[in-house]
């Protein structure tokens, strides 16, 4: 049992994802195989997304039990292949060329120390063209206390794509219920292209 394994459980049991729908679209419809890497790819549901369209995936997590239940939900019949790596983000090595990279609530998990070395390896990875999806923890998030997590504001995100073409920056902020009681849940979420 691993502190995911509920979460695993939920998505698992989840249609797709919407947001990376968009960016398969905005990435360009495949006649071949391309790659894309999964940060943080969790049972691995969009990683399936991503194979069932075509793509080629490299799927990262640091949990073993993400990268099984990955290899268990990217098995059979899709047109892509699924490669899979076992890593922190804090110590990731080098990112393969890539048309499509995405994190879904998953970079907040990086440690702020780490964290603008990670980014520059997603940049780096990008081809020209390439698009980056995915979601970032605002500071006005519940758990924006805890130091081993990290937060971004909007002028932070606009900073970090100033070499690259924003396609959507949405930003969410609600009050879920959690088990340990309310959670301000304050997200972004970024499609963004290489020129
Ligand atoms: C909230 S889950 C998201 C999973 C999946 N992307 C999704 O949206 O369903 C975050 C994932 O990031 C992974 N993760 C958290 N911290 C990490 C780190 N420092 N390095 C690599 N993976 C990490 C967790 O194991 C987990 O699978």
Request: hydrophobic share 40%; net charge negative; with cysteine.
């Amino acid at each position: 049992m691993t502190s995911w394994d509920a979460f695993y459980d939920e998505t698992e049991r989840q249609g797709p994802s919407l947001l990376l729908a968009r960016a398969i679209n905005l990435a360009g419809n495949l006649s071949v195989a391309r790659q894309a890497v999964d940060l943080g790819c969790g049972a691995g549901k969009e990683a399936q997304q991503l194979m069932q369209s075509g793509w080629d995936v490299l799927a990262v997590d640091n949990e073993p039990e993400a990268i099984t239940r990955t290899i268990a939900n990217c098995s059979g019949g899709h047109a892509g292949m699924l490669t899979t790596c076992l890593s922190d983000f804090e110590c990731l090595p080098a990112l393969p060329r890539s048309n499509l990279i995405h994190a879904g609530l998953a970079l907040p998990f990086c440690r702020p120390k780490s964290f603008k070395q990670l980014w520059n390896q997603v940049l780096h990875a990008l081809e020209p063209g390439g698009v980056f999806v995915g979601h970032f923890f605002g500071p006005q998030h519940g758990w924006s206390t805890f130091t081993h997590l990290t937060f971004h504001s909007e002028l932070d995100i606009r900073r970090m794509c100033e070499e690259m073409e924003v396609n959507l920056l949405r930003e969410t902020q609600i009050m879920i219920q959690t088990p340990s009681g309310p959670l301000n849940w304050h997200r972004f979420d970024l499609i963004t292209q290489k020129p």
